[in-house]
C-alpha cells in the first residue's frame, strides 16, 4: 500500500498559504497609494488648519474660572 507523502502536502498548503499573503500584501499597497495619491491631488479638503473642538475652549477668555 501507498503511503501518502505529508512534507509534499504540507509544503504546498504553504506556499499556496504565502503566495495568499503576498497577494494581499500587495492589493493593500496599491490601496494605500491610490489613497495618497487621491489625497495629495485634493490638498485643500485634507487640512485647512486645525481641527475645532467644540468642547476645548479656543481663546484663555473663554475658559471656565477656577
Known sequence: ???SNY???KRQKELEKKKKKELKK???LEKKAETSEE???NPEENSDGPEENPNQPQNE???PEA
Open 1 to 3: 500500500m501507498a503511503r
Open 26 to 28: 500587495q492589493l493593500k
Open 61 to 63: 477668555e473663554d475658559q
Open 7 to 9: 512534507g509534499f502536502n
Open 39 to 41: 489625497t495629495s491631488a
